[in-house]
């Protein structure tokens, strides 16, 4: 994402708080994965007050930017956060984060941007605590839909990293082994009044290759765009079970108690 798609951030993020509100989890370390300068740091602040903030930072956002946008929201969990760059994670496919240290893995329009978003599941696997939750969203792959129908040549288009529906990310999720996957989808219909805004959203969104060399002929392109916006959360439970091999799950002996029975009784 980039600075003109700011306001789609903000405004999937709030959504997805609102879709938290009937979650009941005990928090003492959250993740935010992209971070951004926007509107959620206050709602997380007032939501969260105890909770120790740790983000990856988006990709081109300064450390000092991050932090000023923090201190105007009254962030009250700013100076016990931890902030690391999202070129970082992308660079070894790890969150700088010790296996089993959050309680909720926050992500906002990013997993359409990875080849892979199944590294992504097994990071949150990873860092999750027992009974942990991740919840995320990303655009799906209707984003953009007018802009395919076009003549060939009009624009460079370019389909998503990603371009999973929400059937494919609930098996990923069955698949890395989290449990009570949770998906919906929407879409967001985007009306523009000249040519130029729509082509700045299409790039922030990753939608063109290069730029285009002119402007294509007026009336050419549409005045609408669709997003599809694919929400899901599921649970880290049973993290003490070895993956299952040919449909047997294996426990760990230490993990098996030993009930016994009093002499006396």
Same mark, same amino acid.
Not at 126 to 147: A, N, Q
Not at 165 to 184: I, K, N, Q, T
């Given at each position: 994402?980039?600075?003109?798609?700011?306001?789609?951030?903000?405004?999937?993020?709030?959504?997805?708080?609102?879709?938290?509100?009937?979650?009941?989890?005990?928090?003492?370390?959250?993740?935010?994965?992209?971070?951004?300068?926007?509107?959620?740091?206050?709602?997380?602040?007032?939501?969260?007050?105890?909770?120790?903030?740790?983000?990856?930072?988006?990709?081109?956002?300064?450390?000092?930017?991050?932090?000023?946008?923090?201190?105007?929201?009254?962030?009250?969990?700013?100076?016990?956060?931890?902030?690391?760059?999202?070129?970082?994670?992308?660079?070894?496919?790890?969150?700088?984060?010790?296996?089993?240290?959050?309680?909720?893995?926050?992500?906002?329009?990013?997993?359409?941007?990875?080849?892979?978003?199944?590294?992504?599941?097994?990071?949150?696997?990873?860092?999750?605590?027992?009974?942990?939750?991740? &919840?995320? %969203?990303? *655009?799906?792959? #209707?984003?953009?839909?007018?802009?395919?129908?076009? =003549? $060939?040549?009009?624009?460079?288009? @370019?389909?998503?990293?990603?371009?999973?529906?929400?059937?494919?990310?609930?098996?990923?999720?069955?698949?890395?082994?989290?449990?009570?996957?949770?998906?919906?989808?929407?879409?967001?219909?985007?009306?523009?009044? &000249?040519? %130029?805004? *729509?082509?700045? #959203?299409?790039?922030?969104?990753?939608?063109?290759? =290069? $730029?285009?060399?002119?402007?294509? @002929?007026?009336?050419?392109?549409?005045?609408?765009?669709?997003?599809?916006?694919?929400?899901?959360?599921?649970?880290?439970?049973?993290?003490?079970?070895?993956?299952?091999?040919?449909?047997?799950?294996?426990?760990?002996?230490?993990?098996?108690?030993?009930?016994?029975?009093?002499?006396?009784?």
């Amino acid at each position: 994402m980039t600075q003109p798609i700011r306001w789609l951030q903000d405004e999937i993020a709030d959504r997805m708080l609102q879709k938290l509100d009937i979650v009941k989890l005990d928090i003492k370390d959250i993740l935010i994965v992209p971070d951004f300068p926007g509107k959620h740091l206050s709602a997380f602040a007032k939501r969260y007050p105890t909770a120790a903030i740790l983000s990856v930072t988006e990709k081109g956002i300064s450390g000092f930017e991050m932090w000023r946008s923090k201190v105007m929201s009254n962030w009250r969990s700013l100076f016990s956060s931890n902030t690391t760059a999202f070129a970082t994670y992308q660079l070894n496919g790890r969150f700088d984060l010790p296996d089993n240290s959050v309680d909720l893995v926050f992500s906002d329009l990013m997993l359409q941007d990875l080849p892979d978003p199944r590294h992504f599941l097994k990071e949150c696997w990873r860092v999750l605590r027992e009974g942990g939750l991740v &919840t995320f %969203s990303y *655009l799906g792959p #209707d984003t953009g839909k007018e802009l395919r129908t076009l =003549e $060939p040549g009009v624009l460079k288009l @370019k389909n998503l990293l990603s371009p999973w529906d929400m059937h494919d990310m609930g098996d990923a999720l069955m698949g890395e082994r989290f449990s009570d996957p949770v998906m919906d989808m929407e879409y967001l219909h985007l009306d523009y009044e &000249t040519d %130029s805004l *729509l082509l700045a #959203d299409a790039k922030a969104l990753k939608l063109l290759q =290069e $730029p285009a060399a002119e402007m294509p @002929k007026k009336g050419v392109l549409p005045k609408k765009m669709t997003l599809e916006v694919v929400y899901g959360h599921a649970w880290a439970i049973g993290k003490h079970l070895a993956r299952a091999q040919d449909r047997v799950a294996y426990i760990d002996i230490n993990q098996i108690g030993r009930k016994t029975r009093s002499d006396s009784a």
